[in-house]
Nanobody
Framework: QVQLVESGGGLVQPGGSLRLSCAAS????????IAWFRQAPGKEREEVAC???????????HYTDSVKGRFTISRDNAKNTVYLQMNSLKPEDTAVYYC?????????????????WGQGTQVTVSS
């Protein structure tokens, strides 16, 4: 059974950090592009960051402008897990964060192009 499970969300003060994990089971992430999306109440789901598959030789990544320099996406193929390190968190980062996977050689940032999704993890940034 193909499954993605996110963890690591929670409540953090502005300026704090969290690391989200996305663990895959039922398939190997090596040949999949992986993305983190988020959705705040009343807003559309937006791409936060994505990382290419192992076939993507330069290990390309993409970040939405609002998180550049603060968030880092990485993958540990041995653990079949992708991470999102989030630093300098702001209240506007508050949302449910989802990871998604799609078998492809390219980076893709549109949610409709991802076949597999996790259940989401809540991130709340508040004092």
């Amino acid at each position: 059974q193909v499954q993605l499970v996110e963890s690591g969300g929670g409540l953090v003060q502005p300026g704090g950090s969290l690391r989200l994990s996305c663990a895959a089971s039922g398939f190997t992430l090596d040949y999949y592009a992986i993305a983190w999306f988020r959705q705040a109440p009343g807003k559309e789901r937006e791409e936060v960051a994505c990382i290419g598959s192992v076939n993507n030789s330069d290990n390309s990544t993409h970040y939405t402008d609002s998180v550049k320099g603060r968030f880092t996406i990485s993958r540990d193929n041995a653990k079949n897990t992708v991470y999102l390190q989030m630093n300098s968190l702001k209240p506007e980062d508050t949302a449910v964060y989802y990871c998604a996977a799609q078998r492809t050689f390219i980076l893709i940032i549109r949610p409709g192009e991802y076949a597999y999704w996790g259940q989401g993890t809540q991130v709340t940034v508040s004092s």
